[in-house]
């Protein structure tokens, strides 16, 4: 990730990848002005538990590598512009108790199983 120190805006996204993935738990980033589309890097993550990318500037899909997010319980992508459907992977997160994709472009219907099951299907 590249920064202007005295704003706080940041344009693209580096992720470093680490042996087993670290032990990352918590990233949040939202309110950054982040744009370009989310790098699949970020979905074989063991640990992370909690993952904040909502209100930037990101485009493009939702990563099917998400659904390796085996231990994520939150996942905010919302207030962004990203387009395409809900991937049908993210029904593998058993975990996922608070899930947000709200004022996107996403299109298609949310997937029917798994804990995806349990949110309602609102557009707000």
Known sequence: MHSCPSTRIYKGMT???FENNGSLIYLDLSYNSLSGSI???LGPMNYLQV???GHNDLTGPIPDSFGWLKEV???DLSHNRL???IP???STLTFLSDFDVSNNNLTGLI???GQLITF???SE
């Open 15 to 17: 992720v470093y990848t």
């Open 73 to 75: 319980g939150i996942l």
């Open 51 to 53: 993952l904040n990318l």
């Open 39 to 41: 790098p699949t890097e």
């Open 83 to 85: 387009m395409g459907s």
């Open 120 to 122: 309602p299907a609102s």
């Open 111 to 113: 997937p029917s199983s």
């Open 88 to 90: 049908k992977t993210l």
